[in-house]
């Protein structure tokens, strides 16, 4: 299953070509896009050290970039990470690497905030709980580690998208024969589906930590883990 994701995201969508998939987003999703920057913005604080998993073109790290004080990307997909690069001359505080969100090469402590957005815990296609493991790890005392997933009502509003997408060629035909409960299947073999809390709790609640959901925009669950300060 890894080797699936990471090689449909570096062939069929990276670079320009994921960009597109945000470009040709409909007016309710493009409002999901949004309200979920401005959440993630009200759990930082100016000046804070950001992670942001499966940060394909850069598309939320630039958003972030105006109150962090450092923005570190990192994606499996090289195509994208050039494509962010590329537009990161001159945004000074922001930096994109190639790396895996289940083997991050950082050391422990190194950021106040770790944001893994837009469905990325869904679709890394490695354990939920590795990914929560090393943003936990790389998180500072006090520092948060925040994953998204949609809600079951946005249901129809991610059809709506996934159908715009394979109207402009990005994606595979969808499969509404096979869609449901949550996951859309496409007929080029791409897979979308959602986190629960209750899901979220058995595979990934790690002890020591507080767990914090929040619902916004009709549209998002926020599943945010708080790293306890040692003493």
Known sequence: MMDYYLDYYAD????????????????????????????????????????DLGCGYGRIAFALSAKAGRVVGIDTAAGSIELASELARGVSNCEFSVMDAG??????SSFDVVFCLQNG????GV????????????????????????TSEFWPHRLEWFEAMHKHGLIGEIDYQESKDGVIYCKDGHQSGIMTESEFRASCEID????????????????????????
């Not at 916004?216 to 669950?221: A, T």
């Open 127 to 150: 354990s939920r709980r590795k990914i929560v493991d090393e943003a936990l790890r790389v998180t500072r005392g006090g520092g948060r580690a925040i994953f998204t997933s949609y």
């Open 121 to 124: 815990i869904c679709a890394f």
């Open 208 to 231: 020591g930590s507080g767990l914090m959901v929040t619902e916004f925009d009709r549209s998002c669950l926020a599943f945010e883990l708080t790293k306890k300060t040692t003493a």
């Open 103 to 108: 083997n991050l090469s950082f050391p422990e």
């Open 12 to 51: 069929n969508l990276s670079g320009l070509r994921l960009k597109k998939c945000y470009d040709v987003a409909p007016v309710r999703f493009q409002q999901y896009l949004g309200a979920e920057i401005d959440f993630a913005k009200s759990r930082m604080k100016s000046g804070d050290a950001v992670l």
